[in-house]
């Protein structure tokens, strides 16, 4: 018997009895098996042993990893058992999870090349379709996060939206400022997500929180303020600026439409041009660019007073805290009194957000962090292309970024 232990080691089959080996109709490597003892009669959910029901489907392959150049496929029967907590159940196999067609050695290296390659790779390295590569990532992702609590010991938190599928949906994804690892991400970008989030942390670890930073959207902070009452907010300041480039752009277009109005065709053209001079930081700009800056200086006065508004407020990231903050409060006077509509209305908003964003200053914290772990899953919704839920999507962002992913079966 000899032999047949040899397919078992090269299968990585444990707590198995080799029945039988045979080459196939398709020259696969077929090896039958059965569960050892103990292993049988567990309910495929719960692995409670549990009294049987009937045989389900009768035979039954896995497809194992290739040996060689061969397909290998283990083969047993699939009897159903009646679980008392989950009911008729196909039973638990040793060599695999519930409800898959791969070897639990298939899946693991299926999910570690889908993290450390291309999708191509993966897919035809280990012969199977794309998709099925997005169902096993699902699988080997559930388990993982089965066994391991990545909500523990929270304190500081970063939570931010990210688009998938070229801008239409939203996911929210939740980074731990301290490991910067990912630890919870759910499609939609609401106050229901958060919530969501903030059940699966449960009342205690909510209290817990000592740090949320978001950028300045008010679907994090109501809740966050409702059921974190330790937990200071802080608000992004680079959000602010980025609300600050909009307004600016917002005059660009009142001057331009009236310049139009009036006739005044080279200014108009020269405005319309003039967009990425007023938007790119200064140090940046081309002499080109510095060029039409300094024609706007000259011949358009209210632009460029907005102009020096939104650069005056991009100087909060310069400075130390306490510069900063009193920064911060003479640009929301002189923005008050600007008679610039639009950043008459930036100042209202930043007012209401100020405790956040000082927060943001004082703590040396911005969303810089979770902007990373954006941009890295930015790259896998663009390698994940292809896959129909956002489910999959973040499966293998959490493998990916959560430290989740299996090594390589050995
Ligand atoms: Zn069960």
Same mark, same amino acid.
């Given at each position: 018997m000899r032999g047949i232990r040899v397919w078992a080691r090269l299968l990585g089959l444990q707590r198995a009895v080799i029945e039988d080996v045979w080459i196939g109709d398709e020259g696969e490597v077929v090896v039958a098996v059965r569960p050892i003892w103990r292993e049988?009669? &567990?309910? %495929?959910?719960?692995?409670r042993r549990s009294p049987g029901f009937d045989l389900g489907d009768g035979r039954r392959r896995w497809r194992a990893l290739d040996l060689g150049t061969t397909l290998a496929f283990v083969e047993a029967d699939a009897p159903r058992v009646s679980c008392r &907590?989950? %009911?008729?159940v196909v039973c638990a196999v040793p060599w695999a999870r519930h409800q898959?067609?791969?070897t639990t050695a298939f899946e693991d290296q299926t999910a570690w090349l889908a993290v450390n390659t291309s999708k191509t790779a993966v897919a035809q390295l280990m012969r199977i379709a794309w998709r099925t590569v997005g169902g096993i990532c699902q699988r080997v992702a559930a388990e993982a996060q089965r066994e391991v609590d990545?909500?523990?010991?929270?304190r500081r938190i970063g939570i931010d939206e990210i688009s998938h599928r070229t801008g239409q949906r939203y996911l929210t994804v939740v980074v731990c400022?301290?490991?910067?690892?990912?630890?919870w991400a759910a499609a939609g970008r609401d106050r229901k997500t958060v919530e969501a989030f903030l059940d699966a942390l449960g009342e205690e670890r909510c209290k817990q929180l000592e740090l949320v930073s978001a950028d300045m959207a008010a679907w994090v902070a109501g809740p966050i303020t409702e059921r974190c009452p330790q937990a200071e907010l802080c608000l992004d300041p680079f959000h602010g600026v980025m609300l600050a480039t909009d307004a600016l752009d917002e005059i660009r277009r009142e001057v331009w439409n009236e310049a139009r109005r009036a006739g005044e065709i080279a200014v108009a053209r020269d405005l319309k041009g003039a967009r990425f001079a007023l938007w790119k930081n200064p140090e940046n700009l081309t002499a080109r660019q510095q060029h039409k800056l300094a024609d706007i200086q000259r011949t358009n006065a209210r632009l460029y007073r907005a102009y020096l508004i939104k650069e005056q407020l991009r100087q909060i990231y310069r400075l130390p805290a306490d510069a900063a903050i009193r920064l911060l409060d003479g640009w929301l006077k002189w923005a008050r009194r600007c008679r610039l509509t639009p950043f008459i209305k930036l100042a209202r908003t930043i007012t209401d957000q100020r405790n956040g964003i000082i927060a943001a200053i004082q703590h040396g914290l911005s969303n810089a962090r979770v902007e990373a772990i954006n941009t890295q899953i930015r790259l896998i919704t663009r390698r994940a292309f292809?896959?129909?839920?956002?489910d999959t999507l973040i499966a293998l962002a959490m493998l990916s970024l959560a430290d989740l992913c299996p090594p390589l079966p050995r």
């Amino acid at each position: 018997m000899r032999g047949i232990r040899v397919w078992a080691r090269l299968l990585g089959l444990q707590r198995a009895v080799i029945e039988d080996v045979w080459i196939g109709d398709e020259g696969e490597v077929v090896v039958a098996v059965r569960p050892i003892w103990r292993e049988r009669d &567990r309910c %495929g959910i719960c692995r409670r042993r549990s009294p049987g029901f009937d045989l389900g489907d009768g035979r039954r392959r896995w497809r194992a990893l290739d040996l060689g150049t061969t397909l290998a496929f283990v083969e047993a029967d699939a009897p159903r058992v009646s679980c008392r &907590r989950h %009911g008729v159940v196909v039973c638990a196999v040793p060599w695999a999870r519930h409800q898959a067609r791969f070897t639990t050695a298939f899946e693991d290296q299926t999910a570690w090349l889908a993290v450390n390659t291309s999708k191509t790779a993966v897919a035809q390295l280990m012969r199977i379709a794309w998709r099925t590569v997005g169902g096993i990532c699902q699988r080997v992702a559930a388990e993982a996060q089965r066994e391991v609590d990545l909500l523990a010991g929270l304190r500081r938190i970063g939570i931010d939206e990210i688009s998938h599928r070229t801008g239409q949906r939203y996911l929210t994804v939740v980074v731990c400022h301290d490991t910067g690892r990912l630890v919870w991400a759910a499609a939609g970008r609401d106050r229901k997500t958060v919530e969501a989030f903030l059940d699966a942390l449960g009342e205690e670890r909510c209290k817990q929180l000592e740090l949320v930073s978001a950028d300045m959207a008010a679907w994090v902070a109501g809740p966050i303020t409702e059921r974190c009452p330790q937990a200071e907010l802080c608000l992004d300041p680079f959000h602010g600026v980025m609300l600050a480039t909009d307004a600016l752009d917002e005059i660009r277009r009142e001057v331009w439409n009236e310049a139009r109005r009036a006739g005044e065709i080279a200014v108009a053209r020269d405005l319309k041009g003039a967009r990425f001079a007023l938007w790119k930081n200064p140090e940046n700009l081309t002499a080109r660019q510095q060029h039409k800056l300094a024609d706007i200086q000259r011949t358009n006065a209210r632009l460029y007073r907005a102009y020096l508004i939104k650069e005056q407020l991009r100087q909060i990231y310069r400075l130390p805290a306490d510069a900063a903050i009193r920064l911060l409060d003479g640009w929301l006077k002189w923005a008050r009194r600007c008679r610039l509509t639009p950043f008459i209305k930036l100042a209202r908003t930043i007012t209401d957000q100020r405790n956040g964003i000082i927060a943001a200053i004082q703590h040396g914290l911005s969303n810089a962090r979770v902007e990373a772990i954006n941009t890295q899953i930015r790259l896998i919704t663009r390698r994940a292309f292809g896959f129909h839920s956002p489910d999959t999507l973040i499966a293998l962002a959490m493998l990916s970024l959560a430290d989740l992913c299996p090594p390589l079966p050995r």
